[in-house]
């Protein structure tokens, strides 16, 4: 079974810019959750869809992030225009259902530095 | 807010040794507690769960304990193999949603 896919791996941009990074989930997986791990932390959930609905993005900075998942499938996270804070590595996750009990499986991350 | 804290940064054991990292809470509505491994450069995979009716879950190696009263849980490696070398994350969820907290992790060291 093939895992959680993220791209690209790393990104270089400097401040004002904008970026996005993709995310393929588990297949059949309905729950899908972006986080944000910045240096020393742990990571912080930005949003959570179900299939391709909204169930939580109560700490995505929606002045500047934005994320869609369009057929309830792959997901794009987008930060429009970029902040030094903004530097941290992007976490894509999925998980079959979406109960608090369940397992969710990570992507390798995407790791953004802004310059 | 911090909501799941784990106090040690690092921690290093010799190899055979027993490995224990702890994680402390502050929210008494979560009621599923989990514990992650994340190597550099991947993504953090699940390593084994407890729910708050249960003070203890076993699997192989790994054993995790939940004090409720404490708001504390440990992760206990037995044997301790390099291998394990890698951060450990503690997350819990519970309450009005289903999103997990994140511990800032513990690092973990075991020397052949």
């Known amino acids: 079974e093939a895992g959680v896919a993220q791209s690209p791996r790393y990104k270089i941009i400097e401040k004002r810019q904008s970026v996005a990074f993709w995310c393929n989930p588990i297949s059949g997986h309905a729950t899908l959750y972006w986080y944000q791990q910045i240096l020393g932390q742990g990571p912080k959930l930005l949003i959570q869809f179900q299939n391709n609905g909204v169930v939580d993005d109560s700490q995505l900075p929606k002045d500047r992030f934005s994320a869609e998942r369009l057929k309830g499938v792959d997901s794009t996270l987008k930060i429009q225009p970029a902040k030094l804070e903004d530097s941290a590595v992007y976490l894509c996750a999925s998980s079959l259902v979406k109960v608090s009990t369940d397992t969710q499986y990570f992507g390798p991350g995407t790791r953004l530095t802004v310059l | 807010d911090q909501q799941v804290k784990q106090n040690s940064p690092s921690l290093s054991v010799q190899e055979g040794r027993i490995s224990i990292l702890n994680c402390d809470y502050t929210?008494?509505?979560?009621?599923?507690f989990l514990w992650y491994k994340k190597y550099p450069a991947e993504g953090p995979t699940f390593l084994i769960s407890?729910?708050?009716?249960?003070d203890k879950n076993e699997d192989g190696r790994f054993t995790v304990f939940l004090n409720k009263s404490a708001k504390h849980l440990s992760l206990h490696i037995v044997p301790s193999q390099p291998g394990d070398s890698a951060v450990y994350f503690c997350?819990?969820?519970?309450?009005?949603?289903?999103?997990?907290?994140f511990g800032t992790g513990t690092s973990l060291t075991v020397i052949p």
């Open positions: 407890i729910s708050s009716i249960k």
């Open positions: 997350a819990a969820s519970g309450g009005t949603g289903n999103q997990f907290y």
């Open positions: 929210n008494s509505m979560f009621d599923y």
